[in-house]
């Protein structure tokens, strides 16, 4: 790792204003990614698009809506017709909702069938839509989608979203930036109380706390402090995600997968930590070891991050250095929280190895090593690609697993 | 007196392989009655009523990132699993019924859940394919992969399995409301003007957790009241604005704070809502405690009438009655909603779908639903509680018991 990989990010890391500005600038980014969105819609010959997925329709609207967590039920929760350029949204309230959108553009939750129909056929232009795009929907949505605009073509609007999304711009950069700093306070502050007896979801309760401190709080995944299994058994894996409430004790090796959201936008990173007592001992040659071949893992990867490059060359990567791949992406892209591309074992081609890296994007790399009676080893960093490599955006400590014993 | 205790996993109370072989055979059930073939489930609760794996609840990018599927066929008494989280899987499931995640959301995707789909039915879907949610390249690819299999909303068939909760289920919920409960104290204890929404968060969200909350449905809403309608956000109904977003707000002395709140423990999901007083000595006025009167005598209301066999109107009749002729509830949700493993699902009473629609609904014993009634007096703000109840054999089981602080 070279210096080059660290540069300073200034003074963006902050979640408040700053007078003079020189933080992210929000009416900037909501227009240049609505700009993005409307190119790729017009180049598609699209008359529309109607979106059910929430981060699609943040990144059209830049609406702050409601945070639920897991799927949402599809129903198609903003629209935005071509030809004007206009955005109409499902939200009874204008609270959360920018100033560029007007009222009479907001329409309320669709319990109702027959309202919801109404809703749509008053949006000007969508009646008269030929083809619309469309992120995804429940079959009866679709049907009432259908009954609005009977002789429309439907069409995967996914890539051109894809497309529009992938390359970030400087605002959207800042927030990435700004929450992945936020994750590495809130995961430092969970460390520190890393003691034997408590339990894996209490290691994520004082997380989010700490996310609280700083006006935020939406994670990005819940509960992700595990402690990694010292041996495989034949029925069970060996790398655990789900946090319960067990105890984690002195020698355990925790697995912590931490991230949050700021202005919508995930920033996060995964260590491996060593559950000590009060006093700090040196970690174990095995520990040590393990620590050394996730390094080296990273260093592999972060090399495949290359602009130019297909996505998928990170799975030669992380083979070529003998670890076997995880049942994980092995990377994947950030913004309005995961995003594509994505790259892994048993990962489709087309949604991510394919896609060629470029400057701009947001990366996550993370990997997974293990070794039997150690334990297991959880690593993920994030990049932002520049025009001839990456600048590093993670920049928390490995602790004392990377500290070699004098 | 409450335990201030973690709240167990399994014990006398609760069987959760019970309960997961209980719902599979509602579930059956109606998928039989309706000639579905396949189940096909995306969905977050949805996934999780049909298999209760224990899972990792993330936002909704990540959800649909890495997706948890779950597949029924008819004829196989067990679903299929699809999942990311292999270490949350149910063991009745292991080895023959748990795969590898699918990723739906890009064409090729899209095409191997509905090859697995074809597998897991014996090479063809005999009878309807129900599915709750569909990415855009699962519309394209579905008759290509299936031939022409009528495609069916899942909706309703999911809505009839879990409307009527198991004991099992009601157990769940139980322990939900009593973790979120429990938490609320010691946010009510931090409450004070100068506090931020999202301090209060953080120490909810630490609570639940030391607690054994599995994980949280929806961030917490700490709402500020403006005493009137048009003090408050512009509304496309001309309701109160009700629930806004939690920031980094300052609360201030004077402020009436309507609290949301849900968590989930096992897949179930609680529901607390409450009215606090934002003061250096929170003491209600005397109309703040009126407007609380009032909610209380149309909560009773309500409940006096809540038994097997009553209708969504008879509660809705009670309720309107006992507010003197007016609704008492906002005009964009509703009187009543179910709760189970989603925060608000069927029977939703007193929404706009109407009187004859509330009153096609029969309570039934194992019903679960969390009363909302609102109360606002325009100019004066208003008193909102949310009151959730089991429907019993006679008459309804309180699952909650947090006091109306400051208001009695």
Partial sequence: ?406 | MLSHARVGTEDEGLDLSRMRRERRVRLRSEMEQRGVGALVLLGTSAVQYAVGASHVLADGSHAVSERVIAVMVAGDELPHLYTPYPDGCPTELVGSHCHPPLHPGSPEGAVALFTAVAEVAGGRVEGALAVDEMTAPMYVCVSRILGDVPVVDAGEPLAAAKTVKTADEIECIRRAQRINEVAMYDVEAMLRPGVRQSELTGVFLRRIFELGATGNWIDPIFQPMALSIAAGPYTTNGDVAFPLCSTDRILSEGDVVWVDSGVDYFGYASDFGTTWLVNDRPEPTARQRSQFERWKAVVEATLSVTRPGATGADLTKAAIEANDGAVPWLEHFYLIHGIGTSSAETPLIGSHLGPEFDAGITLAPGMVLVLEPVIWEDGYGGYRFEEIVAVTEHGYLPLGNYPYSPFE
């Fill in chain 1, 1 to 406: 790792m070279t210096h080059a990989h660290l540069q300073d990010p200034g003074p963006s890391l902050g979640t408040g204003p700053l007078e003079e500005g020189g933080r992210a600038d929000f009416g900037r980014m909501r227009a240049e990614r609505l700009a993005r969105c409307l190119a790729e819609v017009r180049d598609e010959g699209l008359d529309a698009l109607v979106l059910g997925d929430e981060s699609n329709a943040r990144y059209v609207s830049g609406a702050r809506r409601l945070w639920l967590a897991g799927t949402r039920s599809f129903a198609p929760s903003c629209v935005l017709v071509a030809a004007s350029g206009s955005i109409h949204l499902m939200s009874t309230w204008e609270d959360g909702v920018p100033q560029e959108i007007p009222r009479q553009n907001l329409f309320g939750a669709p319990w109702d069938p027959g309202r919801f129909v109404a809703a749509l056929e008053g949006i000007p232009g969508l009646k008269e839509a030929r083809r619309i795009g469309i992120d995804g929907m429940s079959p009866r949505m679709a049907a009432l989608v259908g009954s609005v605009v009977p002789s429309a073509e439907l069409i995967d609007a996914t890539p051109l979203l894809v497309r529009a999304r992938r390359v970030k711009t400087t605002d959207e950069l800042a927030c990435i930036e700004t929450a992945v700093a936020v994750a590495e306070a809130c995961l430092t502050h969970a460390l520190d109380r890393l003691r034997p007896g408590i339990t894996e979801r209490g290691l994520f309760g004082i997380f989010m706390e700490r996310l609280g401190s700083f006006g935020l709080t939406i994670p990005s995944v819940e509960a992700s402090f595990c402690v990694t299994p010292r041996h495989a058994t034949s029925a069970g894996p060996t790398l655990r995600r789900i946090g319960t409430d067990r105890n984690v004790n002195k020698g355990d090796l925790v697995a912590c997968d931490a991230g949050v959201h700021y202005a919508g936008y995930e920033g996060g990173l995964a260590r491996t930590w060593l559950c000590q007592g009060a006093v700090t001992r040196p970690a174990t040659p095995a520990q040590q070891s393990l620590h050394r071949r996730w390094s080296t893992l990273r260093d592999a990867l972060l090399a495949a991050c290359r602009p130019g490059r297909p996505a998928g060359d990170v799975v030669a990567a992380y083979q070529q250095t003998g670890e076997p791949l995880p049942s994980l992406p092995v990377l994947y892209g950030l913004g309005l929280g995961m995003e594509p591309p994505f790259v892994g074992a048993g990962i489709p081609s087309d949604a991510g190895a394919i896609t060629t890296i470029e400057a701009g994007m947001v990366l996550a790399i993370q990997g997974y090593v293990h070794e039997e009676g150690t334990g297991g080893y959880l690593g993920r960093d994030v990049v932002a690609v520049t025009g001839d490599g990456f600048r590093l955006l993670t920049r928390h400590s490995y602790g004392s697993l990377a500290e070699e014993r004098k």
